[in-house]
């Protein structure tokens, strides 16, 4: 919020598997509101998940109060690859709450958005950060997000952890 002046983004996109990073943005975008930080908007919260384990993305294109568990989760993006998020009513209470939504990324764009991210920006972005890179993608193209809105996604990891797998 700093690096933005105190001034909240139209939205946030958030890969997600189980929801915390989430659901603690909502919680603290909520706890400014409540000490008058902010104003009384909050910033529309997206969950990006991969098209192979997107629990979420099935619950809230259903309108669905529960997330009911993804058969044979796989995705490239390890640390997305929970067929049932423990939090899920609460993950999509906030995505309601905030008039956000969910998409799912296809695997192959993926890898397209790390190998863009670092071409273009110098990133070393991880398979999971890279979820939230194409998912924006995805929200602008589906009319979700609009290519004007001042839009957050957040680098949730390197690439690091994944060098040393064979």
Partial sequence: MEQLDWEIPDVIVCPTGGGTALIGIWKAMRELRAMRLIGKRLPRLFAVQSEHCAPVVRAVER?????ESWDN???TALGLRVPKPFAGELILYAIRETDGGAVAVAESEIRAAQLSAARLEGFDMGPEA??????VKYLIDGG???PDEEVVVLNTGSCAKY???T
């Fill in 130 to 135: 890279a979820v939230g890179h194409a998912g």
């Fill in 144 to 146: 979700q997000v609009d």
């Fill in 163 to 165: 060098l040393y797998q």
């Fill in 63 to 67: 309108g669905d109060h529960a997330v």
């Fill in 73 to 75: 989760p796989r995705t």
